[in-house]
């Protein structure tokens, strides 16, 4: 039974697309290796996935190539000494392979440069190098492949890498150019687009030896500083929140704690608390002013929303979320019922210091989690008693999670009625 | 503006003006016209005047004998918040009803600025205000979405209590004419600004007949008995008690930071030690 009986459909109801489907499938055979019955399951589907048949894998070499390995003797044009070597290797119809050994084109040199003495005496005195030393150097190096490291360890006089390197790449550079027919001709050249420089090269590996030989208390010492000054920096995040456009001088007062951040005398106290967002927020108003202003006329809950949105811009949907669950819980109307300029500008504020509180929740959690990790359990006691500890996110979660909003559309304004509330409401009144 | 009014009011404030000859004098007060219309299409910067509005609707239910389709009789409305009279600033209210009605577009050319009609089934009105040209060029639209039925379930349909679904907003006019300033001086429909200093307003035109304005409230309107009434005093004092405690939670927050940030600053330095 398929889908076409429980239709009380006839059971070749397209005949004509049938037929037509129909050559090209005779054309494409039952691949072999699969028995009829489960090519027929696949309906004749094409296969997901290209496969390569069975047939194509299995496939023998043609029969009149006879194969077979011998051990046969080779050269190899990377040896100068003619040593005769043996290897096994893959031999068709009785002729041997010919042709280099294939692993020769492996065996690279270095060019290095070779200078006559004319050119030594010509260019390349310096008072630091007689000509012995260079030659040695430059003998050295091809004997070696430039592994500086290697001619270092060779080099009969105590000479460091960078002195080494120096020596021959000035040396290289300063022929490259003498030979040239004229300067712009090696300008491309690595050797002289590019010159060694000593100084930086040095320096570089006087850092990475200073990173390198630091112990593990100057390693922790570190760590601490930086985290520290990530935590400072994370601080100075929330009050972006609040404004909706950071201030150059609050921009400028976080830059100062950062930089003073990897010194030993920051502490937690030196934060300041962030800046009210009064300025920024008069400033965002205006422009959204302006906007309503090109309208000529508008209602004054347009307004409104208008200067909600442009107050929420850099907040998170959640955040958003969160203020006005604090609305409802604080009984207040979401869009206010009687809007006029002043109950328009109330709201407003009050939705600002929603913001302020939830990110001052924040700051609160953070620190805690932060002063805990300080404590290393040490510190078990502590002036907070853990029912302060955990009254902000509890109240938080019971706005926000446990009461649904059918609960807070039916209550009355500001009165408490759901048994979700009364724990945070008589917290709550305690602290007042 | 009548003829005598204007030249008596001329007569008060530039006595200068009253030239020796009728004639003489008329040439005069028509240039001083001039100027007066060009000094009241002047805009005021940073002064607004807003006009506090109550929109809504009203239906009666009409009983159980009433048609099907006729189950409701209603009325939506743009009034004064006070109830003042509105046709001093609105020159027409355009509704725009349900395509099933017949002329769906019903024009409104006066005060009290309302359409009723009879019908079953609840939409959204589309209201369009067109001002005085003194007031402003660009029309508003306000939406309001006709409510028969009342929201409660549980309460029943009556025949003797409305449904009654009313929004109070503001028509705002930022920076308005002075004309329109002047024309409103002494308009209890409209919330004036507090003029900037040293700002003098042309006098204010004398309001016509008084019997006339009246016409346009909606003190005396057969459904005032359901008005609502919107107090921005209850409004205001529920902020401010919201605020109390917001600030109260911050500045305990406060506090607890700077105890936290005393013993870190404890810690540390004992850590230090």
Same mark, same amino acid.
């Given at each position: ?30 691949? @072999? ?14 296969? %997901? ?22 051990? /046969? ?11 005769? /070597? ?7 119809? $009785?002729?041997?392979?010919? $042709? ?8 690279? =040199? ?24 260079? @030659?040695?150097?430059?003998? %050295? ?6 592994? *500086? ?9 105590? &000479?460091?890498? #960078? ?150 811009? =850099? ?11 604090? !609305? ?20 407003? #504020? %009050? ?78 009144? =305690?602290?007042? | ?39 009241? $299409?002047?805009? !005021? ?69 309302? %359409? ?14 067109? *001002?005085?040209?003194?007031?402003? @060029? ?38 308005? =004419? ?13 919330? !004036? ?61 406060? &506090? ?18």
């Amino acid at each position: 039974m398929d889908a076409k009986d429980i239709l009380g459909l006839p059971k070749n109801s397209f005949p004509p697309l049938e037929k037509k489907s129909r050559p090209p499938k005779e054309s494409q055979r039952k691949p @072999d290796g699969i028995s009829r019955e489960v090519y027929a399951l696949t309906g004749g589907l094409p296969p %997901l996935m290209p496969a390569i048949e069975a047939s194509q894998l299995k496939k023998r070499p043609p029969s009149h190539e006879k194969i077979t390995w011998q051990w /046969l003797p080779f050269t190899s044009s990377a040896r100068k000494d003619n040593l005769q /070597l043996y290897h096994w290797v893959r031999v068709v119809n $009785g002729v041997p392979p010919t $042709g280099d050994y294939s692993f020769a084109k492996y065996n690279k =040199s270095v060019d290095v440069i070779k200078y006559t003495d004319e050119e030594y005496d010509k260019y390349l005195t310096d008072p630091m190098w007689s000509k012995e030393e260079t @030659d040695q150097l430059f003998d %050295l190096c091809e004997r070696f492949d430039l592994r *500086f490291v290697v001619i270092a360890d060779r080099f009969p006089s105590s &000479r460091t890498v #960078e002195e080494l390197k120096d020596r021959y790449y000035s040396v290289s550079r300063a022929i490259l150019i003498a030979r040239a027919p004229s300067s712009g001709d090696v300008a491309a050249h690595p050797l002289v687009k590019e010159p060694y420089n000593v100084s930086q090269e040095m320096e570089r590996k006087r850092a990475l030896s200073m990173v390198l030989s630091q112990t593990r208390q100057q390693e922790r010492r570190d760590e601490e500083v930086l985290i520290e000054a990530k935590r400072i920096a994370e601080l100075r995040i929330p009050p972006k929140v609040v404004e909706v456009s950071q201030l150059a001088a609050s921009n400028a007062g976080a830059e100062v704690t950062e930089r003073s951040a990897p010194g030993e005398t920051v502490s937690p106290s030196n934060v300041q608390p962030p800046p009210t967002g009064i300025p920024s927020t008069l400033i965002d108003n205006a422009s959204t002013l302006a906007t309503l202003r090109m309208l000529r006329v508008y209602l004054r809950t347009y307004a409104l929303e208008q200067m909600v949105q442009a107050a929420n811009a =850099s907040a998170g949907l959640r955040t958003i979320k969160r203020v006005e669950q604090t !609305l409802q819980d604080l009984g207040v109307n979401l869009k206010p019922r009687v809007p006029t300029k002043a109950v328009c500008a109330e709201h407003l #504020e %009050l939705r600002k210091e929603i913001l302020t509180w939830l990110n001052l929740q924040k700051q609160v959690q953070y620190k805690e989690a932060e002063g805990s990790s300080f404590r290393d359990g040490s510190y078990g006691e502590t002036p907070l008693t853990p029912k302060d500890r955990t009254f902000i996110p509890d109240s938080m979660n019971f706005g926000v999670e446990r009461v649904s909003k059918k609960d807070q559309k039916r209550k009355a304004p500001g009165a408490p009625s759901s048994s979700a509330h009364k724990r945070p409401r008589k917290l709550k009144a =305690s602290d007042l | 503006m009548t003829n005598s009014s204007s030249s008596k009011k001329h007569g008060q404030d530039q006595p200068e003006l009253s030239g020796p000859t009728p004639k003489s004098q008329r040439t005069k007060m028509g240039k001083s016209e001039d100027n007066e219309k060009k000094n009241l $299409g002047k805009k !005021l910067k940073d002064v607004e005047i807003s006009v506090p509005i109550v929109y809504g609707n009203i239906a009666f239910w009409l009983g159980k004998k009433a048609s099907e389709y006729q189950s409701h009789k209603w009325t939506v409305y743009v009034r004064g918040a006070t109830n003042e009279d509105l046709g001093t600033i609105v020159k027409r209210a355009v509704f725009q009803l349900h395509s099933s009605f017949n002329n769906p577009t019903r024009v409104v050319e006066s005060p009290p600025f309302e %359409l009723s009609e009879a019908g079953w089934g609840e939409f959204e009105v589309a209201i369009t205000l067109y *001002f005085h040209s003194d007031v402003c @060029d660009k029309p508003l639209n306000l939406y309001h979405h006709l409510k028969l039925y009342p929201e409660d379930e549980n309460s029943s349909m009556s025949t003797k209590k409305p449904v009654v679904v009313e929004f109070y907003d503001e028509i705002v006019f930022p920076d308005p =004419s002075e004309a329109f300033l002047a024309r409103m001086q002494s308009n209890p429909a409209v919330n !004036l600004p507090r003029l900037p200093a040293g700002h003098t307003l042309p006098p204010p035109i004398p309001v016509e007949d008084a019997s006339k304005r009246r016409k346009g409230d909606t003190k005396d309107h057969s459904l005032s008995q359901w008005f609502t009434n919107f107090s921005e005093a209850d409004e205001l004092l529920q902020l401010a008690a919201a605020r109390q405690q917001v600030q109260a939670h911050i500045a305990k927050l406060r &506090r607890q930071i700077n105890l936290i940030d005393g013993q870190h600053q404890q810690l540390k330095s004992s850590s230090d030690q």
